[in-house]
């Protein structure tokens, strides 16, 4: 029988250890892109102001991440890079470790020492690196199926928007039309096209 974690009871805006509770007792790991790390404002347990470095993923089911020195030195480790723009796109994986603080014992987050290999099944943006996901009723495929058509590469929706902006500007400064400029500008693929 799976069991519920009581944190899980509780709305927290961010990922906690209890997230990855199995309900078996025991914890899972889960793989995640970074879509942005950002310095946020986030109320600590006694309604304190508390500046934090914050990680969004691209999978909207995985609540964002509070970064602690220990994660943020994994991340600078695994990356190469010290700078929070340089780990956008990069997938991690998140596990736990039981660590004691205030003596009391804690599943803490910790973002495990290897970068993770895409499944299999998985399509890489070739701008971004990342996973290429669906939206509504288009799948990742249809996606990337009408990327390739457009660009020639599969892109994910969020390098699509980057390139659209892109071709508009230099379409504008060339005082052209954006479709004058040719298979550099591609409509988000039709979600019914998955029908
Ligand atoms: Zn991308």
């Excluded at 519920?4 to 709305?11: A, F, G, M, P």
């Excluded at 109320?43 to 990680?55: P, R």
């Excluded at 602690?68 to 990069?90: A, C, H, Q």
Aim: hydrophobic share 30%; glycine share 8%; with cysteine.
């Amino acid at each position: 029988m799976t069991k519920t974690h009581w944190r899980k009871i509780l709305e927290t805006d961010y990922l906690g250890g209890f997230d990855l509770d199995d309900g078996k007792g025991n914890f899972r790991e889960i793989d995640a892109t970074i879509k942005k790390a950002e310095r946020r404002e986030v109320k600590d347990q006694n309604g304190n102001n508390e500046t934090c470095l914050v990680i969004e993923f691209t999978d909207k089911d995985i609540k964002p991440m509070i970064l602690n020195v220990t994660n943020s030195r994994m991340l600078e480790k695994l990356f190469k890079s010290s700078y929070i723009e340089d780990w956008e796109g990069k997938t991690i994986r998140i596990g736990t470790e039981k660590v004691r603080a205030f003596g009391e014992w804690h599943n803490a987050l910790r973002v495990r020492n290897f970068i993770p290999k895409p499944k299999n099944t998985d399509i890489i943006c070739s701008d971004c690196g990342g996973v290429v996901k669906g939206r509504g009723k288009a799948t990742a495929q249809i996606v990337a199926d009408n990327a390739v058509k457009e660009f020639g590469q599969p892109v994910c929706l969020d390098c699509w928007e980057k390139r659209k902006a892109v071709t508009e500007q230099y379409a504008n400064e060339l005082g052209e039309k954006p479709e004058q400029l040719g298979g550099m500008l591609g409509e988000l693929p039709d979600p019914r096209e998955a029908e």
